[in-house]
């Protein structure tokens, strides 16, 4: 019965230590449970990360589309900023040449004008000549008019003066011969100056209303061409400001743009850290569950001892049960026998009883009998002693074989729940080896697809975020050539609008220079006026000396005639 009760207290302890292995392995695989969920909120993380990046890259590709879409537009703003320039030349280059043309007119009409004036002022001196010349011989006039006068007044010494007379008269008729042919030359040039000064006259007014219209058209011209030309800059300032404002936003992007990728590659290097990480993360999940395998099968082992052991108690418990049946037949025959030997002695006691009553029984048989009953009280006590030892030892027994059965219902319960927790962790390890084996591939293969493309667009993004660099160096230049243009151009607009002041200013002085002509013009037809009074004066003048010195002759014919008839 101790042995039994050993084994029983072994079976026991073995059954609570697979219990408590049985509740670590519990505890395990509540940890490897939560370490995969874990594991797999990573991955769904990670999942998230990359579709994020995803996102990012798509929207980074957009950005530099739209890059590209600006960049282009710039491109053709420049072109047409380009074609603009050369419209400008060109129009510069025919306000050059009008504004040449102009000054080759100009300066003709100048030309023109001096020699006119020229011409005046030598018409003018002919007529200053000529008052000269008319002054000259009136005063010869009146001298002869003296001398007939002196003549008429002194008639007796005529004949002294006669040859006197007759010189004078032949130098008079040839002076007043010469003064004839003079008079006919002036009268000859003052015609011809009269019609040089009509035709100058109707010249200088169509050449004058031609100019003026022309200096109007011209200023006309030139100020549409100016405002043209201002407008032009107006629109191509405003365009440089347009195309500075889209190049800083073009830098801005740019930097915006790099901000992203530096962004995108931190994120790239944290994807990398993170994947490393759940692959650690995966090395370990596999590990435990190397670990747990390994824990399943001391588990199994131990289940099968225990298995064991649950057996051996149960032939144990049956061997126990039958010893316990045989004890309780012992006890029910040593009931018996003890029974018999009570009524043995109460049969005893009345056969003394019947002795003592009957008085006459021997001694020896009296003693014989005590001693017997003596004995069978000893056998009576020993045998209740004995029973009851055998009864105390048959519920012990009963009492070992119920825990028995109870322990081995417990064992049975315990190695049962086992073996479904085994079953369930050997089908939570398949999956967890097929599910982190697919997520180890997906994963490797998503992530290896990631990189490559990621490094891919990183290429594709260092390539055009260096051609737009050499772009934008390209269009600072042609920023700066325009720049450099647009100078030139306000400068030859300045030098334009300078000589259109100048050209302006000598128009005005040419307007005063044709006033002062016109006034001259005037002048000189006025003086032409008096000397054609002066000359029709001095015409009757001539014609009054010539009747005078006609008079004269007669005179002097009557004188030598009368001279002749006195003599």
Do not use: P
């Amino acid at each position: 019965m101790a042995a039994m009760t050993a084994q029983l207290a072994e079976a026991k302890k073995k059954a609570e230590d697979e219990a408590e292995q049985a509740a670590i392995l519990e505890e395990s695989k509540k940890k490897l449970a939560k370490d995969l969920e874990a594991l797999q909120r990573q991955v769904e993380d990670l999942t998230a990360a990359n579709d994020k990046l995803e996102r990012s890259k798509k929207k980074i590709a957009a950005e530099l589309e739209d890059a590209n879409i600006d960049l282009e537009t710039q491109r053709q703003k420049v072109s047409e900023l380009e074609k603009k320039q050369k419209n400008f030349d060109k129009i510069l280059a025919e306000e050059k040449a009008v504004s040449e043309q102009l000054g080759t007119e100009k300066e003709a009409a100048e030309k023109e004008a001096r020699d006119k004036e020229t011409l005046v002022l030598s018409l003018k001196r002919e007529l200053d000549d000529s008052n000269v010349k008319i002054e000259e011989l009136e005063r010869v006039r009146r001298q002869l008019q003296s001398e007939l006068d002196e003549l008429v007044n002194n008639q007796g010494t005529a004949d002294k003066n006669v040859h006197e007379l007759e010189k004078a008269k032949r130098s008079l008729e040839s002076q007043l011969a010469e003064l004839k042919a003079q008079n006919e030359e002036l009268e000859d040039e003052l015609q011809l100056t009269e019609d040089a000064k009509l035709r100058l006259e109707v010249n200088m007014q169509a050449l004058r209303a031609q100019f003026e219209r022309d200096i109007q058209a011209k200023e006309e011209q030139a100020e549409e061409k100016r405002r043209g030309i201002l407008k032009q800059l107006r629109d191509l300032e405003a365009e440089l400001d347009e195309e500075r404002k889209q190049r800083a936003a073009a830098v801005s992007a740019r930097k915006k743009l790099e901000g992203d990728i530096k962004e995108l590659e931190s994120q790239t290097e944290l994807h990398i850290k993170v994947k490393e990480d759940a692959l650690k993360q995966l090395k370990k999940s596999q590990q435990q569950c190397k670990e747990a395998v390994r824990e399943a099968e001391e588990c199994r082992a131990s289940r099968d001892e225990l298995a064991a052991g649950c057996k051996e108690a149960e032939r144990k418990a049956k061997a126990m049960e039958a010893e316990v049946l045989q004890l309780a037949e012992e006890v029910a025959a040593a009931e018996r026998a003890r029974r018999a030997a009570e009524a043995e002695r109460d049969e005893l006691l009345e056969e003394v009883n019947s002795s003592n009553s009957k008085g006459s029984l021997l001694i020896d048989e009296k003693r014989r009998l005590e001693a017997r009953i003596a004995t069978l009280e000893e056998e009576i006590e020993e045998e209740q002693s004995t029973n009851e030892l055998l009864q105390d030892r048959a519920r012990k027994a009963q009492l070992a074989a119920e825990q028995a059965q109870a322990d081995l219902a417990a064992e049975r319960s315990a190695f049962q729940k086992q073996e479904s927790q085994r079953l369930l962790l050997e089908r939570q390890n398949k999956e967890l080896k097929a599910k982190l084996a697919e997520l180890e591939t997906a994963q490797r293969t998503k992530t290896k697809a990631t990189i490559a493309a990621l490094e891919s667009k990183i290429s594709n993004l260092e390539e055009q975020l260096e051609v737009e660099a050499k772009e934008r160096l390209a269009g600072q230049k042609t920023n700066r050539k325009l720049d450099k243009k647009i100078k030139e151009l306000l400068m030859q607009l300045e030098d334009e609008r300078r000589h259109a002041d100048q050209y302006k200013e000598q128009v005005e002085k040419s307007n005063t220079r044709v006033k002062t002509l016109k006034r001259q013009l005037d002048e000189a037809e006025e003086e032409i006026a008096r000397e054609k009074a002066q000359k029709r004066k001095a015409q009757r003048e001539c014609e009054d000396m010539l009747e005078s010195h006609e008079s004269m002759t007669r005179e002097i014919n009557n004188l030598k005639s009368k001279l002749s008839l006195k003599i």
